[in-house]
């Protein structure tokens, strides 16, 4: 019987630790992860802290920096030439105009972008973050990014957890003729 328990024993422990393993997304420092709205594509790059996991998603581990890379951009809304943004942070519906949601951004004026619509940028991700405290109503308030799936939107949002994105959309609150035509998101987990 000893023997029979120990090989089942092996043979569970085994499985479990390959089970483990096949659900967890692959580490990597060079992997992207890759959203695209159709047109225009969003590449993320980050170390080890930040799982790329190359399936259309991040997975936070700790906060870290990444590196976005995008291409096909347009950055001309409304004929002006403003160029987008890139931010870390939830998409709520005053996404566009409300730069509070954010725990990191980037101005891209379109003036810096390569031919094919190309930039490069940094944001810093992390779990959780206090609010731009310049923004009314904004003020101090703490958004995290650890979503739970379990819940509604409301039941989180009433936790002051929030699904975060590494997102681009037309700069300074202009839209483009058609709208999503800079918008790119990458949800990040965590």
Not at 129 to 136: C, I, L, S, V
Request: aromatic share 8%; with cysteine.
């Amino acid at each position: 019987m000893t023997r029979i328990a120990r090989t089942v024993g092996g043979t569970l422990a085994a499985g479990a630790a390959a089970l483990a393993l096949a659900v967890l997304p692959a580490v990597s420092a060079s992997a992207a992860t890759t959203g695209t709205n159709g047109t225009a594509t969003l590449s993320a790059t980050g170390p080890a802290t930040v799982v790329t996991d190359g399936n259309g998603a991040l997975n936070g581990v700790g906060t870290g920096t990444v590196t976005l890379t995008g291409t096909n951009f347009d950055g001309n809304a409304g004929g002006l030439g403003f160029g987008v943004y890139a931010v870390y942070g939830p998409k709520e519906s005053d996404y566009f105009t409300n730069s509070g949601w954010y725990g990191s951004a980037q101005w891209i004026p379109k003036s810096s972008f390569t031919t094919g619509g190309k930039f490069t940028t940094t944001l810093t991700v992390s779990k959780s973050y206090t609010a731009d405290p310049h923004h009314t109503g904004d003020a101090a308030a703490k958004v995290n990014c650890a979503y739970d799936t379990t819940k509604t939107k409301a039941a989180n949002a009433a936790l002051g957890k929030y699904k975060c994105y590494l997102q681009t959309f037309s700069a300074h609150g202009v839209q483009n003729s058609t709208p999503t035509r800079d918008e790119v998101t990458i949800p990040v987990n965590w």
